[in-house]
């Protein structure tokens, strides 16, 4: 009987420990139970993925495998990530499909974006152009008389003249026998002016003032011919001067040479003010406009930029080069621009505030343009736009997108390719069967697993 009690003894401690630890576990789970609703199922936060892909971070599994996309070994998540199972968005254009890239990433390959916003866009229509001259301040010298040059003050192309500075002399001898022609009348009208008869004086009146309107039309000054009257000599050459100020730029004579009015004697140019005549394709015909102001660079002045304005279009293409020439006149004060020169043109295009978005937000695929819209954390969704010619570094949108949405303005080649690769890869898994997909997912040998991960890194 006392070894009863002896047993009893031992064995109380030990009933103690055990009612001690089920009121530990009853507070525990008072202290864990579940007081609010249940979360939507739609929204509903899985934290049971715990290998993923280091470039596709959307790929998530419970077990060691390789990347069913890129084929790199998957590496387990980091502490406290979580992904989210419901409703994604989707990518409307074939071959492309939606990308999620965790800040992390990110901020490795530099994601930028920006938001869609409306602002001036002054674009420019970039062309060629060719210096030429003003053909408004262009100027031939003729010669209303037949003669021959009996003297040429400027025998040099290319030399510089003032406007009434002498060019050559002409020995005519029609103007000869005029001059003495209207001497004979002056002499004529001098008699006959105490005429008592008025038809005889006025006959000698009108004989005097048709001889000196033929030297005037052969553009003899009225200084010359009141010096033939004082003096009463005829002079044997007509001098003729310069029209205008410029450059000699064709020279048709030499002295001793026969010449009639029909011949043009020089040529002179005012290059003072100078014309472009800058080649416009078709398509942008539209917006080039008289008044539009255009800037020109050469090769022979770098650095140097010219501003000028569109003083015409002219009203037909050229067949050859489907282009319409823009005319731009430029001031020429120090004689930089020359005739033949070759050179940049851009005509500035002022247009309205306009949805915009930046030009390497853009990628043009050649059959559709395409910018990725962040939509939520992470997520990218290709969307094909439509954007009017480019001006400066931006686009006008116009079409697919809204204001203050955001968009990849770099690096957007980068996200284009991860979502071609993403749309092969889901197309190439959609037709796989269970087994093939979940052999994908197996962990691969030793070998194959290492080998994959070098190439990954």
């Given at each position: 009987?006392?070894?009863?009690?002896?047993?009893?003894?031992?064995?109380?401690?030990?009933?103690?420990?055990?009612?001690l630890m089920a009121a530990i576990a009853v507070g525990v789970w008072y202290v864990r139970r579940p007081t609010g609703p249940p979360s939507a199922p739609s929204s509903q936060v899985v934290q049971e993925m715990t290998y993923t892909c280091p470039m596709h971070p959307q790929i998530r599994q419970p077990r060691p495998g390789n990347c069913p996309i890129c084929g790199m070994k998957l590496v387990p998540a980091e502490p406290g990530t979580t992904t989210t199972v419901g409703e994604k968005p989707t990518s409307e254009i074939p071959g492309q499909g939606v990308?999620?890239?965790?800040?992390?990433?990110?901020?490795?390959?530099?994601?930028?974006?920006?938001?869609?916003?409306?602002?001036?866009?002054?674009?420019?229509?970039?062309?060629?152009?060719?210096?030429?001259?003003?053909?408004?301040?262009?100027?031939?010298?003729?010669?209303?008389?037949?003669?021959?040059?009996?003297?040429?003050?400027?025998?040099?192309?290319?030399?510089?003249?003032?406007?009434?500075?002498?060019?050559?002399?002409?020995?005519?001898?029609?103007?000869?026998?005029?001059?003495?022609?209207?001497?004979?009348?002056?002499?004529?009208?001098?008699?006959?002016?105490?005429?008592?008869?008025?038809?005889?004086?006025?006959?000698?009146?009108?004989?005097?003032?048709?001889?000196?309107?033929?030297?005037?039309?052969?553009?003899?000054?009225?200084?010359?011919?009141?010096?033939?009257?004082?003096?009463?000599?005829?002079?044997?050459?007509?001098?003729?001067?310069?029209?205008?100020?410029?450059?000699?730029?064709?020279?048709?004579?030499?002295?001793?040479?026969?010449?009639?009015?029909?011949?043009?004697?020089?040529?002179?140019?005012?290059?003072?003010?100078?014309?472009?005549?800058?080649?416009?394709?078709?398509?942008?015909?539209?917006?080039?406009?008289?008044?539009?102001?255009?800037?020109?660079?050469?090769?022979?002045?770098?650095?140097?930029?010219?501003?000028?304005?569109?003083?015409?279009?002219?009203?037909?293409?050229?067949?050859?080069?489907?282009?319409?020439?823009?005319?731009?006149?430029?001031?020429?004060?120090?004689?930089?621009?020359?005739?033949?020169?070759?050179?940049?043109?851009?005509?500035?295009?002022?247009?309205?505030?306009?949805?915009?978005?930046?030009?390497?937000?853009?990628?043009?695929?050649?059959?559709?343009?395409?910018?990725?819209?962040?939509?939520?954390?992470?997520?990218?969704?290709?969307?094909?736009?439509?954007?009017?010619?480019?001006?400066?570094?931006?686009?006008?949108?116009?079409?697919?997108?809204?204001?203050?949405?955001?968009?990849?303005?770099?690096?957007?080649?980068?996200?284009?390719?991860?979502?071609?690769?993403?749309?092969?890869?889901?197309?190439?898994?959609?037709?796989?069967?269970?087994?093939?997909?979940?052999?994908?997912?197996?962990?691969?040998?030793?070998?194959?697993?290492?080998?994959?991960?070098?190439?990954?890194?």
């Amino acid at each position: 009987m006392g070894a009863n009690r002896r047993g009893r003894g031992r064995a109380w401690p030990w009933v103690l420990v055990v009612v001690l630890m089920a009121a530990i576990a009853v507070g525990v789970w008072y202290v864990r139970r579940p007081t609010g609703p249940p979360s939507a199922p739609s929204s509903q936060v899985v934290q049971e993925m715990t290998y993923t892909c280091p470039m596709h971070p959307q790929i998530r599994q419970p077990r060691p495998g390789n990347c069913p996309i890129c084929g790199m070994k998957l590496v387990p998540a980091e502490p406290g990530t979580t992904t989210t199972v419901g409703e994604k968005p989707t990518s409307e254009i074939p071959g492309q499909g939606v990308i999620e890239v965790d800040p992390r990433r990110q901020q490795l390959i530099g994601v930028v974006t920006v938001p869609v916003t409306k602002r001036r866009l002054d674009r420019a229509v970039r062309t060629v152009g060719d210096v030429t001259i003003d053909e408004s301040r262009t100027y031939d010298v003729h010669t209303k008389v037949d003669g021959w040059v009996e003297r040429l003050y400027t025998n040099q192309t290319g030399k510089m003249v003032r406007k009434g500075q002498p060019m050559l002399t002409i020995y005519s001898p029609d103007l000869v026998s005029t001059q003495q022609e209207y001497l004979v009348a002056l002499r004529s009208q001098q008699r006959l002016a105490n005429s008592p008869f008025p038809e005889v004086k006025k006959s000698g009146d009108s004989l005097l003032a048709a001889t000196r309107e033929r030297l005037r039309l052969w553009d003899i000054p009225d200084s010359e011919i009141r010096r033939l009257e004082t003096t009463g000599e005829a002079k044997k050459t007509l001098t003729i001067y310069a029209p205008a100020s410029g450059y000699i730029m064709e020279k048709m004579v030499t002295e001793g040479r026969m010449v009639a009015p029909a011949m043009t004697l020089l040529r002179l140019a005012d290059l003072s003010r100078i014309w472009v005549e800058a080649s416009v394709y078709e398509y942008e015909m539209p917006t080039v406009q008289v008044g539009q102001r255009a800037k020109l660079t050469l090769q022979a002045h770098p650095g140097t930029a010219f501003w000028g304005r569109v003083n015409y279009v002219y009203p037909t293409v050229e067949s050859m080069t489907r282009a319409v020439k823009a005319r731009i006149e430029f001031a020429n004060p120090g004689l930089q621009l020359k005739p033949g020169m070759y050179g940049d043109v851009e005509i500035m295009v002022p247009t309205a505030d306009q949805l915009s978005v930046p030009a390497q937000a853009v990628m043009d695929t050649g059959t559709r343009t395409v910018v990725f819209v962040k939509q939520g954390e992470g997520v990218f969704v290709p969307r094909e736009v439509t954007v009017g010619p480019r001006a400066g570094g931006y686009y006008p949108v116009l079409r697919g997108l809204q204001e203050g949405e955001l968009v990849v303005s770099s690096p957007s080649f980068l996200l284009d390719s991860e979502s071609k690769l993403r749309a092969a890869a889901e197309g190439a898994m959609a037709g796989m069967t269970d087994e093939g997909k979940a052999k994908a997912a197996e962990p691969a040998a030793p070998g194959a697993g290492a080998h994959a991960g070098h190439g990954g890194r």
